[in-house]
């Protein structure tokens, strides 16, 4: 999540209006890999225990300004929300207002809202590049005003600050304390400007099990940008208390009801796309930030984290189809889970990782055509065209495989469709935040589960680098088939150098690792393409007046083939010349 330099004052419940104050003034308590946010409790409350961390439900008799907090407070988290959105056919709204977990479970028939909303920025979008939104909300007679900021390593988790405002114009002053203060001169030496307006009907209910409250609002209404409109249909789960785990079990018990898409794309993600008309941004996956000392469950958890998260930011381009990095980018996610489990399996029998595994690799596997063609159409094909104008066929060749993509394509909005994709990805959701790799694991494994994290680190890339290593012995004499198994250990090598080397803190050993693992993936990714390149053409069944470009195609790529050979060798002794920066001799940098 984007913080400002240091996190904003909170006022208490007393502050007058039109003073920022966290929604719904709740106190947020920090929980080592969990943000938990509860109202004050009844005076004389005592302190419980919530996954072995102590939080004192006493309430605060202080009524004076929280000051901001200092450096050494960095770690604290700001006010905000937790929630996800769950995205269903119009039609189907009201069914599921009826379901079971709802119908059961709810305090009441709830409440019923009308609510418009402007998002407002800068002509150059400075909030918006900086992981920020600034919206004004009517609802009634009451006008609040909100900043939010993005997600950066919770897939539930955004800051949210409001304040009440006389209508639905902003008033920047009041946002100013939440906003970066490397931004502030910028948006005072500019106007804000309304770029899209949300008119939403809004069925609020507030739903409690054992493990926490939730309030469920079902969202209908429209998002219009000029002459532009996008049609918003959303159940909308948000925690007022206890663990995000509940979140999960309501998303799952309706996933099972109906059709539902989860997804973390904002209504102010998809307001400002549409004002611009581009499609969903696309982001590479972040580091996780690993401390030294942590244990190994800890660890787990924070790389699980990481990993779904990429898996939600890249389902919007995925699903939206225009921007091809948006397949490339969730194929991505899915292997860096798949690895992510793999690496647990190290660490003993732990549950549920191979059922988990399985889902990653059958969605996977329905991507990976369409990605495929993505780089054969976007890269291959324009390029070796481009480069023998004398060749006829490329366009009909394209044509071919144009056909061959958009039914890749189909494929793969089938398998995003699919209720299988929903129940999978909430279901990994609900197990990443109960920790469900701990049930029924022997007294051995959860031992281990305890250790530092680094003790870990150290064998399980020892292993794998040994394991590249052997594989690549004799390297200029290898065959391209073990060529291709030398690819996969080093993939799965540049895995866990980016879920692990955090342990090791910002080494010189660390970067130089890195940059040469990379180097050597991106080489034997090159040479691994041209297979598939191969593949393709034999699969595509070209026309006479397609058959030259394509064997031009097969030969341009056997003769660069050749010429990837000494660079290829050159990378690799690169890379085994660098130091492993989790051996003693690396420590010493």
């Known amino acids: 999540m984007l913080k ?8 208490t419940p007393s ?19 969990f943000l938990r946010q509860r109202e004050a409790a009844e005076p004389g409350a005592e302190a419980t225990i919530v996954e072995g961390a102590v939080i004192d439900q006493t309430p605060s008799q202080d009524t004076t300004p929280v000051p901001e907090p200092s450096s050494s407070n960095a770690a604290a988290r700001p006010a905000g929300e937790i929630e996800l959105k769950l995205l269903v056919d119009a039609d189907r709204m009201a069914h599921f207002n009826a379901a079971p977990i709802i119908a059961t479970n709810a305090r009441n028939k709830g409440t019923r809202k009308h609510l418009k909303s402007i998002y407002y920025d800068t002509p150059e979008r400075t909030l918006r590049r900086n992981g920020l939104s600034l919206r004004v909300r009517q609802s009634g007679a009451r006008f609040v005003q909100t900043v939010k900021t ?71 209404g429209v998002l219009t940008a000029g002459d532009h409109s996008m049609p918003v249909s959303e159940i909308e789960l948000e925690l007022k208390s206890g663990s995000a785990s509940t979140i999960y079990e309501i998303a799952l018990r309706l996933a099972e009801h109906g059709a539902v898409k989860p997804s973390i794309h904002s209504k102010s993600a998809r307001g400002f796309d549409l004002a611009a008309g581009t499609p969903p941004s696309v982001r590479r996956p ?53 690895s992510a489990l793999d690496l647990m ?10 059922m988990l595994r399985s889902e990653a690799r059958w969605l996977a596997q329905d991507l990976s055509a369409a990605r495929d063609w993505d780089v054969f159409q976007l890269e291959t094909l324009p390029t070796i065209a481009k480069a023998c104008p004398s060749v006829a066929g490329f366009d009909a060749l394209g044509r071919a495989a144009a056909k061959c993509q958009s039914d890749a394509y189909r494929k793969a909005h089938r398998a995003l469709d699919d209720r299988r994709c929903a129940i999978f990805l909430i279901g990994l ?35 794998q680098y040994a394991k590249v290593l052997k594989r690549g012995r ?52 090159a040479f691994n393409d041209m297979a598939v390149t191969a593949s393709l ?17 097969a030969g341009w790529q056997a003769r660069a083939s050749v010429g990837v050979q000494p660079a290829l060798q050159s990378t690799w002794r690169d890379f085994t010349a660098a130091r492993a920066p989790w051996s003693r001799q690396a420590e010493q940098d």
Request: proline share 6%.
């Open 429 to 463: 959701g609900g197990w990443i935040e109960t920790r469900g790799w701990r049930n029924g694991v022997a007294a051995e494994d959860l031992g281990q589960l305890a250790e530092p994290a680094v003790n870990f680190a150290q064998r399980v890339l020892s292993a």
């Open 474 to 525: 004799r390297f200029k004499s290898l065959s391209a088939e073990e060529l291709h198994r030398v690819r996969l250990a080093t993939k799965r090598l540049r895995y866990l150098s980016e879920f692990l080397l955090p342990l090791f803190e910002d080494r010189k050993s660390v970067r130089r690792f890195s940059r040469r693992l990379a180097g050597l993936q991106e080489e034997l990714g």
């Open 286 to 338: 972040s580091k996780p930030r690993l401390d030294p000392s942590v244990a190994l469950d800890e660890a787990f958890a924070t790389i699980l984290r990481s990993c779904f998260l990429h898996l939600l930011q890249s389902l919007p381009a995925a699903e939206d189809g225009r921007n091809p990095e948006g397949v490339h980018q969730l194929r991505v996610a899915l292997r860096r889970l798949r």
């Open 15 to 33: 502050a007058p209006d039109r003073n920022f104050v966290p929604k719904d003034n709740k106190r947020t308590q920090y929980v080592p890999g």
């Open 150 to 220: 993005d997600t950066a390593d919770d897939p539930l988790h955004r800051g949210e600050w409001e304040a009440g405002v006389p209508s639905l114009a902003p008033d920047l002053a009041l946002a100013m304390p939440f906003i970066p203060e490397k931004l502030r001169g910028r948006l005072e030496a500019q106007s804000l400007e309304a770029v899209f307006t949300a008119d939403i009907h809004r069925h609020a209910r507030i739903v409690d099990l054992p493990s926490g409250t939730v309030e469920i609002a079902f969202d209908q």
């Open 345 to 354: 399996r190290s660490a003993g029998a732990l549950s549920n990782l191979d």
């Open 537 to 553: 053409l034999d699969g595509l069944g070209t026309e006479p007046d397609s058959a030259v470009a394509a064997a031009a195609i």
């Open 4 to 11: 400002s330099d240091a996190t904003p004052a909170r006022k």
